[in-house]
């Protein structure tokens, strides 16, 4: 965003110039001067909007909490960095020999502040150490003017504590940016510190950050970790220019492109709720034509869009050889307006247009399975995965990728305010989840065989040839009843005593029956 020579050309050819919108347009907005002063030039009135320009906006002071490092604490597994819904939480690796070099670079008085943030973590120091290469000092680097607050990163923690949330005060603000300012002037973390097997490590490399927050959306989103994440799978392996956006109308089209702000350091063009698949297959084919085949085109929508008002271009798109990958936002609502139902969503739930009352108790209809409908496509690549699920999650984008046809990655996307969970617990709920069976993870490759049962993977669902996980320590069963008791969409199916309603059972009866259905086609059972 520093690069004053960027330029954007749209589809008329006129420009963008990213001096002039980031003097003139941001700093209105920053100021709130917008309404009043802002010029009514050409780039204002067709709203263009250039890519990053989310970069400058300010969030510090949504929240009154942000999270410390206790770098002592940490074991450098940067499930921190990739969870954060707003890229507020990065990571970075120094060669030991090369940091003290930095550190001249800054005040003497902030020398001693800048080094305790820094840890010789077992995994990017000692490791290489004993291999015979040069110990990494690990640093994980909170951006106060993104971090909305939110937890997750302490959350997705846990035990290990190297995260707490504090309040924030005029003089820790101060050292948070320090910090931040001195990541910025870092180097990128060599090559060599970054582990293909551990792929949680690819967003230390710069290519993998296009989505750079300052989206405008909900503290501790799931859909925001979800697309950070699969545009940092695509960015590490076929870099930065590789891919394009065609998105449905919906909350990321919302918090995504919230004029003049904008996360994505890629093309992307916001398309109408039923047709962003038909709009996409229209970009790959155009990308053919000019020799573009091999970047990338993914297509974004939430369950409405894809399973419901546009779940016909869905089908054609699936039904075609066409090379465009598709991701489904999947929250079980229409987050967008108010959050009622969708036909994913589940039974029983409590939603806008389903309320739960006296006499219907929620949604009454089964939930339609987009992974099985798109399983018996011809020949498409298929995934459901979460967020929690790193590593499945970024096994399933990288082969999506690869696959020279349709592919489809059915993602659980935690809304908190229309599930009813706490703004931290994004990553906690969408593991528990595929746990109970609400939402099990597979992956379905047609390339693995001729048999469903040879295409179909189950791997990441906790005891795969058993009805129900039970807990091994505590012989909890984690069936759907124990995942709704945990979710204010479904709390009015218990009594005062806890008793689950006969329409939550019933609920979890389908749900089972579900898995059963995988397990069958899997060869399981």
Request: net charge negative; charged share 20%; glycine share 8%.
């Amino acid at each position: 965003m520093s690069d004053t020579k960027i330029i954007n050309k749209a589809v008329d050819n006129s420009v963008i110039d990213i001096n002039h919108f980031n003097e003139n347009v941001i700093s209105a907005y920053n100021f709130g001067t917008a309404d009043s002063g802002l010029t009514a030039d050409i780039q204002v009135a067709r709203s263009l909007i250039p890519a990053g320009t989310g970069a400058l906006r300010d969030f510090s002071y949504i929240a009154p909490d942000i999270p410390l490092y206790t770098p002592e604490n940490c074991t450098g597994c940067m499930e921190c960095v990739v969870e954060c819904p707003d890229t507020a939480i990065l990571g970075k690796i120094i060669p030991k020999t090369k940091l003290q070099a930095y550190l001249d670079k800054e005040p003497e008085s902030d020398r001693s502040y800048l080094k305790s943030q820094l840890a010789e973590t077992g995994k990017y120091f000692k490791t290489p150490e004993r291999n015979g290469q040069e110990g990494g000092i690990f640093g994980i680097f909170v951006d106060p003017t993104k971090c909305k607050g939110c937890g997750e990163c302490v959350d997705v923690c846990g035990t290990k504590e190297a995260l707490k949330m504090i309040a924030k005060t005029e003089e820790n603000m101060v050292d948070f940016k320090k910090a931040w300012n001195f990541y910025v002037k870092l180097p990128e973390t060599p090559a060599e510190y970054i582990s293909e097997k551990a792929l949680a490590d690819m967003m230390l490399a710069e290519r993998t950050i296009l989505y750079v927050g300052g989206a405008g959306s909900c503290m501790g989103c799931g859909e925001a970790t979800a697309l950070r994440m699969m545009l940092a799978a695509t960015g590490f392996v076929y870099g930065p220019n590789s891919v394009g956006l065609v998105a449905a109308t919906g909350c990321n089209t919302v918090y995504g492109s919230t004029y003049p702000y904008n996360p994505f350091m890629v093309p992307w063009t916001n398309s109408l709720f039923e047709n962003v698949a038909t709009d996409a297959m229209g970009v790959r084919a155009r990308w053919d034509r000019i020799g573009w085949k091999d970047k990338k085109v993914w297509a974004i929508g939430g369950d409405g869009a894809m399973l419901d008002i546009g779940f016909q271009a869905l089908s054609r798109l699936l039904t075609s050889d066409m090379d465009v990958n598709v991701i489904v936002l999947d929250t079980q609502v229409y987050s967008n307006t108010g959050g009622q139902t969708s036909t994913a969503s589940f039974m029983g739930q409590n939603a806008k247009l389903s309320f739960h009352g006296k006499v219907i108790h929620g949604k009454l209809e089964r939930k339609k399975e987009i992974g099985l409908l798109s399983m018996f496509h011809p020949e498409v690549f298929v995934a459901q995965t979460t967020p929690s699920h790193i590593n499945h999650f970024y096994k399933a984008i990288m082969a999506a990728n690869e696959y020279p046809g349709p592919a489809i990655v059915n993602v659980y996307s935690a809304c908190q305010p229309e599930h009813g969970i706490p703004d931290n617990m994004s990553y906690h709920h969408a593991k528990l989840a595929a746990d109970s069976r609400a939402f099990p993870v597979f992956i379905y490759d047609p390339r693995k065989g001729r048999k469903i049962s040879e295409r179909l993977d189950l791997a990441g669902n906790p005891a795969k040839d058993k009805d129900w996980y039970t807990v091994p320590k505590t012989g909890e069963v984690l069936d759907f009843v124990h995942f709704a008791r945990s979710e204010g969409r479904f709390e009015k199916h218990f009594d005062k005593n806890g008793k689950p309603s006969d329409l939550l059972l019933l609920s979890q009866e389908e749900r089972l029956l579900n898995w059963n259905h995988l397990q069958e086609l899997a060869g399981i059972i």
